[in-house]
């Protein structure tokens, strides 16, 4: 019946598709080479990041920088980037703090 030859064939696919998933981490778009050389020019461009783990579907670990026009992938160990990271973590923190105190305060006439 039609029902015996879809099953097999459907399994057939799964199998097919996280073999295929398996062998090219890129389609789960990770970083597939980091830069270790980074101009502060492009750091200063940076508008945020995010961090590649290497224990999930990707076998790299990265730090994604996040421009306007661009994305790119860098040694997470890297001296410029780990302080780039802490100013940019820094500022967000205390951007989030003066708003809580400007909701805080009531203009009087």
């Keep these: 019946s039609v029902q015996t030859v879809t099953y097999p064939l459907s399994v057939l696919f799964l199998t097919l598709l996280l073999f295929f998933l398996a062998l090219f981490p890129g389609a789960f778009n990770c970083c597939m080479k980091i830069s270790d050389e980074i101009p502060k020019a492009i750091l200063r ?65």
């Design 45 to 109: 461009r940076v508008e945020r990041f995010e961090t590649q783990k290497a224990d999930g579907p990707c076998h790299l670990e990265a730090i994604i920088l996040h421009m306007k026009d661009k994305k790119l992938c860098v040694n997470p160990w890297n001296r410029k980037v780990k302080k780039m990271m802490k100013k940019m973590k820094h500022k967000i923190h205390r951007s989030k703090s003066h708003v809580r105190k400007q909701r805080g305060t009531r203009i009087t006439k």
